[in-house]
């Protein structure tokens, strides 16, 4: 099957089988910043966002993602050279340990101060349910997103 | 492996007909699917182009499109009405990127035994609207009982009467994200401060549902000081397959303690909402 | 007050934008070209001989390339630990055996163009299997009549003790004073017996290898590695292929905790590229990661104490039986560790004994994981002392106070208890624990809420206290070096062996260099963990690259400085005595003049008696200063369901001097959520034949976001002067207090004693009933 994906604003074709899921799909046409820790939608380093909405990657099948839909992976949102409010509060933080986790949580933080630019600590902590960490304890990743939300309000 | 064939319908009578080959098998987006062994599937149905993500309010009753995804619900009829049980049973349900991709639909249709939805749906008694090999409104209690309401059928949409009585919504987890291994769910229609009507459903159980009419039944007619805790326990007496790190017995002797507590707990002022 | 300008500073760490904007490579993340898929076939039976394989049907499938097993490979006995050479863990396995050994244990592997042939063909494989009766029970390990997993053919290269035919897999005995006179001199005894319970890393990267030959005929692994230069020895002698043809490059690594300690998927990717000339990638799923890889050791740890009246214990004995699982890699060294991280922490008990031994079982294998031992065996002491002063009503804090191991002493468990070879005897030069368990009495609010059981309706809540250390490096065992350049712009390269695993060494260790050169942390370019490039390093283990790799770096930086001065001192005339220092620029405080580092690197390189300023430094310690660790837990007990809530979690640790606080509050963090999720949710759920049942996150359940309790966490400096800059280790001792202070806690509030976790609803229930609390 073959489908015109829009990554991150630019448009991609892609060749991929019924099955495929998305997950497979991104990291074969180099967007090996989404990241497969589980296969089973738990652990949410797949996490990429569809039309704004976190999803994992790993559960999508690529077939059911069309022309119209925009996706995001975390080079979307800033990169080395012009990172986002986000990606350097994470650094400032101290949240980045391994990082492996990172592209996802940092699409999550994103998604959430979209939605919500002022959020409670509870609030943080449910947008980020699904993304494991286990080298930080999230105790660093919760202060990185209020730090990015304050630093927003700011702009 | 023969090729799957994936199809996407922009109108009810396309998706219909599709149904008719029994290999044919409808995705919403949900993680059911694509978690499974896809063996024996030919096609499959996307229905995304349906139109059927929506919640819309007609005096009273509530219509919820069956492509609805939880995070959609929770947000647009926790804005209708936040105190829904709805929005209480699913707005924990799963973890939030699992929550934009699972749908109302899917979840009815694919219901596993761990659902957050399905309490809330009976004690509402919701229905649902059905194309395909059978169609029209039926009752959700009816569809989950009756094989021939779900073989080659589409789950177009839900309804709930867009009343909020108090209700409170308790899941059996070891963490936040976890499948819980039961649920209590118990809506409570007050007059005054007496009991008129009671519903209490436990999910998980050896029958997979269990409405737990006794206790029903205790509780009708009465204000919070005439119910005796104990007395409802007594009256919690249901069954769980249990596991290997779950003992059956211990989860009878908890489904007791907890369904007591969410009645109490529904019967304070402060502490149901 | 700080008197560095780097070392003490919370800098960024050097790799942190590059992963958060997701431009950092892990493995997977190196394309291949022309690639071979591999897919594992795994052993159905706990305990099995292979009577045959029949390879012919995947064979003959279309895209199938080869497919590896008992009769093809090499018989070559070794070990997985990725340990220093000879390895103090016992040869015991083979790429391919043909006993399998737990259900996981590897069957063959299928090579093939792609996954979907891989997976496809996998399934032909045609395996007779003669099944043997299993063994499961660690208790029953050495009894006559039990199934024998091992035989004589395997042994330790290091000739420690080892009874294959006892399934013994390891046995430490050490001893000190009179146990005699210590029980007569007891008013009582506490005998007690702890069950520390499998636990899995987690990391969320999955075990991952690619191999491949590059330009010049080399055969390159990039692996998900903790130890790629144990890496590139084990598959050298694993796979009978020539060392200096090996290149092993650890890329960015998606967490280790430990179970990245270990060589078991890079011989079988690096053998198939060997045969095959072509690269070969071979990424483990999560459920195969839980199952086939590696766990945290279960040990039952048993104390008996002899006691005074007046607290003095008078005798300790500790008696362990650690699970290894099916083979026996870390199965010394963890037990080792037990008892060797634990007891000198009480040194004034003039009379011990620690037994301990590993045994084998039909079961996942055990390995490295965070803690490696002292976990466990902290789980046991800090309940025994629990028990030990609410029987005597002595407060518990003060009592660690009174006997804990202070600056200036020492304990016979140091020299007596090594890993694999004696121990080296040590003195404490530092030890702040008294201030961190003032902390944590403060900031829990010991006081109004100890032994007060406050209740609100069906919840009663307490307070708990767990205290402990462990090291800093292997003395005398590891080894780590550094080299450094200087280039014309003032900046250094450093080229370290040490493994940054997420750690945060990269950054740490460049900061030490920072500091000794007088340079701002940007001036150094660190680049780490090649075995081409970069020298010779154990690996991220044992807590030892702060310690022992920074003392490396800050060698050889201060031989750099040697250079600089010199240059400097023929550029300026001076005498070398007049010189000193500060931010880049050499000082001559008689002539009052200086020069600029880049100026100095230019002449070096340029102008007169060119040379390249450059040094190298290697580095053993001769101990292993402990940090210092104290914990305290709340929780809230559901009195008719048992179910447990740990409302607040206070740690507070004595590093040393933190080299980057930021990075050690990071370090104790993370190891204190995993430390409370393993007490709380964590376990391992095996069938009646053995089969791991929960192999996925859905079933296993870890902490996420949502679940952790209220965290404070103090980074409590002290000086350890043989440290880099005073500093000691960070990255392991967090996750030793948590089970014991919680179930501390949860006795506090129900006068429930937990000897074994996950404290799930239905355990603290069914304790509650056991020990007939209402």
Redesign the interface.
Known sequence: MEVILNVNGKPIKVEFTPEEHLLYTL?QNGF??V??????G??G?CLVLLNGKPVNSCLMFTASVTEEDKLL???GI???HE?HVI??A???S?A????????GI?LASYALLQENSTPTEEE???A???????????????EAVQLAAKRLQKK | MKNIKWYYPVSLAEAASLLEKKSNVPHGGGTNLSGRDLSGVEGIICLKKLGLDYVKKDKDIIEIGAMTSYAELVKKLGSISPDNILVKSLKNAA?TPCRNRITIGGSIAFVPTWSDLIGALLVLDATLVLIGKKSGEFKVADYLEQKELQDQTLICAMRVKNTVHRSVHYRDV??????PLFTVTTLLELDGACIKAAKVYIVGTTERITKLSEVEAYIQGKSKEKIDEIAVQDLVNVAFVG?????PE?MS??AK??TGRAIFKALENDQWK | MNKYTTVGK?E??V????????????V??FALKDGLYCKLVYSPHAYAEILDIDDSKVLAVDGVVDVLHYKNVKQILHTSAGQGFPEPSPYDCLIFDHIMRFVGDRVAMVVAENRKIAHKAAKLLDVKYNILEPLFDPEKAMDLESPKLHDSSHAYPIGAKYVPEKNLAAEVEIGFGDMKKGEKEADFVIDETYNAHYGQ??????HSVKTMYDEMGRLVIISSTQVPFHVRRIVAQACDYPLAKIRVIKP????G?GSKQEVFLEPLAALVTIRHKRPARL?I??AEVFQCSRTRHPIRVRLRTGVKNNGEITFLEMDSLLNSGAYGSHALTVLSNCGSKVLPLFNKIENMHFLGRSVYTNLPVGGAYRGYGATQGYFGLNQHLDILTRKLNLDLPAYIKKYHIQVGETSGVFEALGEGKDGVPQIINSCKLDECIDICIREIDWHSKRDKKITKGDKVRGVGLAVSMQGSAIPLIDMAAAYMKMNEDGSFNLNIGATD????SDTVLSQIAAEALSVPLAKIIPFSSDTDRTPFDVGAYASSTTYLSGRAVKKCALKIKDQILKVAAEMMGSDLEDLYVEASEVFDKKQKKSTSYGDICCYALYTHKQFQIQAEASEIVEQSPPPFMAQAAEVEVDT??GAVKVLEFISAVDCGQAINP??A??QV??????GISYA??E?Y???DKGNL??K???SY????????PK?K?FVVESHESSGPFGAKSVSEIGINGPMPAIANAIYDAIGVRMYEAPF???KV??AMQVQKIE
Do not use: W
Not at chain 1, 96 to 103: A, D, K, L, W, Y
Not at chain 2, 174 to 179: A, L, S, W
Not at chain 3, 201 to 206: G, K, L, M, V, Y
């Open positions: 990291r090996t910043e990241k497969s820790g589980c296969k089973e738990e652990c380093a992976t975390v080079k800033g990169d080395l990172p990606q350097e994470f650094v400032d101290g980045v340990q391994c990082g492996f986790c990172t592209p940092v943080v902590k449910k980020m349910d699904g993304n494991l960490c286990r080298c930080t304890g999230y105790v660093k990743i919760i | 973890n070891k963490t936040v994200n976890d499948m596991s290997r790190i779950t003992d211990y002797y908890k303690i907890e | 919370s960024k760490k790799d942190a934008l590059s992963l958060a904007t997701g431009s950092s490579m892990f997977d993340d890393h987690c990391a969320i990267e999955p960015r690594i998606g967490g905790f990424v799923s999560r695993i997420g750690t945060g008719k369901t930021q990075l509050e990071g963090e993370g190891a204190t959520v995993n709380m949710t376990e759920v095996f069938s049942l929960n996925g996150f859905r359940k870890i902490s996420t976001a949502a679940d952790i965290m966490t799930t609803p239905e229930y069914r």
